[in-house]
């Protein structure tokens, strides 16, 4: 019998909404998943739920070790097959206000 290959995945932005619940569904399916956001105790509290399935690492993605936390990760999970960039902000901009086009652009575009 051929051996199975545990495939493995990054969800960038997995403490809630639709990075939490496809972590949960990965992690069902029996993928080995890496997980990331700003709050610490969301993402440990999915990796309890997961012990064998899910690794964590806590990380802003506009922040300058954004790279290094990545790279940490996938040596937690020795590889990587498939990454979800799914960190997002946004807001109502009808003015263009400068603030909210700014922090959109820094997280959903210039992130990672
Ligand atoms: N829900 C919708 O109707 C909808 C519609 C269109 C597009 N989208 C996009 O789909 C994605 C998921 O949406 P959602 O509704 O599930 O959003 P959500 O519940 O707000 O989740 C966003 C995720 O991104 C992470 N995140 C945000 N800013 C971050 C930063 N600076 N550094 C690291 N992580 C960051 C959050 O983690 P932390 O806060 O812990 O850092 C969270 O895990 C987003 O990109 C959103 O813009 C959603």
Redesign the pocket.
Known sequence: MPETIQQKVII??????????LATIYAKKGYFVGI????NE??LSLQKKFPKNIVTEC?????KENIPHLQTLIQKLDGLDIIIY?????DVSNELDWDIEKRTT???VN?L
């Open positions: 960038i932005g997995a403490t809630s909404g639709i990075g939490r619940e990331t956001g700003r709050r969301l993402l990380f802003d993605v506009t922040g799914n960190s997002g902000y946004g820094d997280v959903n992130g």
